[in-house]
């Protein structure tokens, strides 16, 4: 599909379910129709409107915000490895945490805490016994 200036296109709706950014065209068209879609930072509602490559796409994807630039368009919706190529991710990379960072500590009830383990159970038990 061509724009008016002969440059050609695709809808946006049907450019994110290509490159795998929504399961399905609808819920592709409902992220355009909220409004939370911007293309080259000009924010748009109509999932008629056509993207081309070169264009940057900014939008929320989950806890994220995406910042991605088109490469090419998508001709169909095939594996994640050719909608990989449809695209190039502009927003940085998070730092990975150093080796040297105190572990997360397991998230344990107390000991003595709601119901008893098997272990303080028998422990109890053989209290009881020596009575």
Known sequence: MED????PGQRIDRWLWCAR??????????LVQSGRLRINGERISKAS???RPGDVL???????????????LGLRRGPASEAA????????????ESTNAPTKLPTGRLPGAGR???????????????E
């Open 4 to 7: 008016a200036a002969g440059q």
């Open 21 to 30: 950014f929504s399961k399905s065209r609808s819920v592709a068209s409902a």
């Open 49 to 51: 409107r056509n993207v």
């Open 58 to 72: 900014t939008f929320p994807l989950g806890p994220h915000i995406r910042v991605i630039e088109i490469v090419s």
């Open 85 to 96: 190529a449809l695209y190039r991710d502009l927003e940085p990379r998070p730092a990975r």
């Open 116 to 130: 008893p383990t098997k272990k303080e159970r028998r422990r109890t038990d053989a209290l009881k016994e020596d």
